[in-house]
């Protein structure tokens, strides 16, 4: 009685690892990234004390697991490298962050101020890419121009709550 009961318990468990295991494997579908702000061609204020607003919605067919948002220089248009010498009073700016997602299936309106472009920034073009990855490592990726200014941005009415 006792080997009848312990080797179901044993199959059981090979049977549940092994469809857990094989959710994962089968999950080829990468996440949903619908970013909402910044918009393309945004234009950011250098120093603003209030941060950027960054807006989202994140989903997955199965399980998300995290988002990092980047932000660089695209001073040349393409390889991030800058024609000339840059100001010696003002610095490229760059900001790279990740976020936890794990345990969701959908992630609406992620919504934070905790893109802060210092006074010293070099105005000009950036990139802002956002990349989210789920459990099973499937990736997507949202870009975006946008630009650095030291005058209130086009869009500023957007960066308000």
């Given at each position: 009685?006792?080997?009848?009961?312990?080797?179901?318990?044993?199959?059981?468990?090979?049977?549940?690892?092994?469809?857990?295991?094989?959710?994962?494997?089968?999950?080829?579908?990468?996440?949903?990234?619908?970013?909402?702000?910044?918009?393309?061609?945004?234009?950011?204020?250098?120093?603003?004390?209030?941060?950027?607003?960054?807006?989202?919605?994140?989903?997955?067919?199965?399980?998300?697991?995290?988002?990092?948002?980047?932000?660089?220089?695209?001073?040349?248009?393409?390889?991030?490298?800058?024609?000339?010498?840059?100001?010696?009073?003002?610095?490229?700016?760059?900001?790279?962050?990740?976020?936890?997602?794990?345990?969701?299936?959908h992630k609406e309106n992620e919504h934070h101020h905790d893109i802060?472009?210092?006074?010293?920034?070099?105005?000009?073009?950036?990139?802002?890419?956002?990349?989210?990855?789920?459990?099973?490592?499937?990736?997507?990726?949202?870009?975006?121009?946008?630009?650095?200014?030291?005058?209130?941005?086009?869009?500023?009415?957007?960066?308000?709550?």
């Amino acid at each position: 009685m006792k080997t009848i009961g312990l080797t179901s318990t044993v199959l059981f468990s090979f049977c549940w690892l092994l469809t857990a295991c094989s959710d994962n494997e089968g999950d080829t579908t990468p996440p949903r990234i619908d970013l909402i702000a910044p918009v393309e061609g945004a234009v950011l204020t250098i120093g603003d004390p209030h941060g950027v607003l960054f807006e989202a919605d994140f989903s997955n067919d199965v399980m998300l697991g995290s988002y990092k948002i980047e932000i660089h220089a695209n001073f040349d248009g393409h390889d991030h490298s800058r024609s000339g010498e840059p100001d010696a009073e003002t610095v490229d700016f760059y900001f790279q962050r990740s976020y936890d997602l794990s345990g969701l299936r959908h992630k609406e309106n992620e919504h934070h101020h905790d893109i802060v472009i210092p006074e010293n920034a070099t105005p000009g073009n950036y990139h802002l890419m956002v990349w989210c990855t789920d459990q099973a490592g499937n990736e997507s990726s949202v870009a975006r121009n946008i630009r650095l200014s030291l005058e209130e941005g086009e869009d500023h009415e957007h960066q308000e709550d």
